[in-house]
């Protein structure tokens, strides 16, 4: 199973940048997906969930100005990041949790956001 997440890059204040994270190994029995960022020197945080459902929950950072979303038939998480802030600036991963207890994570993608 992997997660493989991209659409990182360097955007000025303001901009707008969608992440996407492809399950390419097809995880059964999904129960949570979700976006974490991990900037420089501090510890990893949730930023988005999106539930077996469909409901979804934001960081209050994040709230108004990030949307996660998926595609059930291609299997693809997103995040799109709108009205981006310096303080947004941070490696992002995916992460898919199942009903069996397990557990997993992209690699990760860099968001840069310049002032």
């Known amino acids: 199973v992997q997660l493989q997440a991209s659409g990182g890059g360097l955007v000025q204040t303001g901009g707008s940048l969608r992440l996407s994270c492809v399950d390419s190994?097809?995880?059964?029995?999904?129960?949570?997906r979700g976006w974490y960022r991990q900037a420089r020197g501090k510890e990893r945080e949730l930023v988005a969930t999106i539930i077996s459902n469909g409901l979804t929950k934001y960081e209050d950072s994040v709230y108004g100005r990030f949307t996660i979303s998926r595609d059930i038939a291609e299997d693809i998480l997103y995040l799109q990041m709108d009205s981006l802030k310096p303080e947004d600036t941070a490696v992002y991963y995916c992460?898919?949790?199942?009903?069996?207890?397990?557990?997993?994570w992209g690699q990760g993608t860099q968001v840069t956001v310049s002032s």
């Open positions: 992460n898919t949790k199942t009903i069996y207890g397990r557990e997993y």
């Open positions: 190994g097809r995880i059964v029995g999904i129960n949570v």
